[in-house]
């Protein structure tokens, strides 16, 4: 008798019967609004129609295609799509399944087009959990802890954390660019300085949205070293935080962009794209992969890319992560010991702290064991664990928001009376 290991660690108890849209039926006759949507994923919410149709029809004519061997119809028409929405000159793409294996790709693609070992990342950032993609990693030492040694070449350089650092917005922006001008002169040289690597949100280490003014400082020191900047979107792209990628908060544009996730609607696939002048610098058959650019896979994001232009997904992004933003905020007010809320799109944190201002992991975990109670689902986040975070689907509704913040005021009030 098999059961499964003791190394997921499970957020809800729930086992999913089926789900729609931006609901989950538990196998215990529950329904849950979900706020998680599978970590980020389920862009066009859970079996959009025309989703699970593109799918269906695909799985009829062809599985698994192969990219180094057959080319298959989904792939090219994903490719086009993409084209649409893709920074003007990133042109060349390259598709793997998973996010980290994207991050991997995007920084051997950076290593290989410079000719620089040097990546530097920004502390908070979360990049996958394979090797190379957890030494890029920050947002927890649980991700690398154990595991050592890590592959080399990585360097940190602070976040802007306003919250964190009791600053206000632009002071923390000028403080962590004077640290990395700092790096770049104390540890590793821009010549030595293949990539600068960031989310324009961080994700899993604890919902902050990037502010504009870094990223564009960001590309400015990039164009100053002739260092390639690579803007990982796999969970702030493809509309979640109300524009299509994360980035276009900013005047930065991306030198390598990675995407995954909401891109397929939960189909496994991942892409970065580059120019092609770029690109052209990884020699063929250096990177590859045998799943890549799943045919089934690539229907599903052909799919999920034409819902959320037909239904005007983006817009929908902005506009309820507004109203789930002014509703956190207001909510905030009678619970002192929310610390800060925060927010981009559909993209909520809301960080619990002791009445001394530290990290309060142990309330933010029941608040968020609390929303189950209430049929909410969330997850918790940040290095501390004390941020709990709200991911609804691009197609959740006014009242669907609505409901979920009576939902989470429920379950703050059920822990902190
Ligand atoms: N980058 C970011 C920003 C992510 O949020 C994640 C997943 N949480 C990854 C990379 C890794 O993706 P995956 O889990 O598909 O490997």
């Not at 609901?23 to 129609?49: A, K, M, N, R």
């Not at 994360?246 to 891109?263: C, F, R």
């Not at 002192?336 to 619990?352: K, Q, W």
Request: glycine share 12%; proline share 5%; hydrophobic share 45%.
């Amino acid at each position: 008798m098999a059961s499964l290991s003791p190394v997921l660690k499970q957020a809800t108890p729930v086992v999913v019967d089926h789900a729609f849209g931006s609901w989950i039926f538990g196998t215990d006759g529950e329904q849950y609004l979900d706020f998680t949507t599978g970590i980020g994923v389920t862009s066009t919410g859970h079996c959009h129609p025309k989703v699970v149709a593109a799918a269906r029809e695909q799985v009829g004519k062809i599985i698994h295609a192969q990219y180094t061997t057959v080319m298959h119809k989904p792939l090219l028409e994903l490719t086009e799509k993409l084209g649409e929405v893709l920074p003007a000159g990133l042109d060349s793409v390259f598709y793997a399944n998973s996010g980290s294996e994207a991050v991997e790709a995007a920084i051997r693609l950076a290593r290989m087009a410079t000719g620089r070992p040097n990546i530097v990342v920004f502390q908070g950032g979360f990049h996958g959990r394979t090797v190379a993609a957890a030494s890029l990693t920050t947002a927890g030492t649980k991700f690398s802890a154990g595991f050592a040694p890590l592959m080399a070449g990585v360097h940190m350089s602070a976040f802007p954390h306003a919250y964190r650092y009791g600053m206000d917005e632009a002071s923390a922006v000028a403080f962590a660019l004077r640290e990395l001008d700092y790096l770049l002169k104390t540890r590793t040289a821009p010549e030595d300085t293949a990539a600068f690597l960031i989310e324009p949100a961080l994700g899993d280490g604890g919902y902050i949205p990037t502010p504009p003014a870094f990223m564009d400082g960001l590309r400015d020191r990039a164009d100053r070293h002739g260092i390639k900047l690579i803007f990982d979107e796999v969970q702030a792209g493809v509309g979640r935080t109300g524009k299509f990628w994360g980035h276009q908060h900013s005047h930065a544009a991306p030198d390598i962009i990675i995407t995954a996730k909401g891109i397929a609607s939960g189909f496994p696939i991942s892409a970065i794209a580059a120019s092609t002048e770029t690109m052209s610098k990884a020699w063929p058959g250096s990177q590859g992969g045998t799943y890549g650019g799943n045919a089934v896979s690539a229907a599903a994001g052909v799919a999920t890319l034409e819902v959320i232009e037909e239904e005007g997904l983006v817009e929908n992004a902005r506009l309820r992560g507004n109203q789930m933003l002014a509703g956190l905020k207001e909510i905030q007010t009678r619970f002192p010991t929310i610390g800060n809320v925060r927010g981009i799109g559909l993209m909520a944190g809301i960080e619990f702290t002791a009445p001394d201002g530290t990290a309060d992991a142990a309330t933010a975990g029941a608040v968020q064991q609390a929303t189950v109670e209430q049929r909410l689902l969330t997850l918790t986040c940040g290095p501390e664990g004390n941020v709990v975070r709200l991911i609804p689907a691009l197609i959740v509704t006014e009242a669907e928001i609505a409901t979920g913040l009576e939902r989470f005021e429920a379950a703050v009030s059920a822990v902190l009376g």
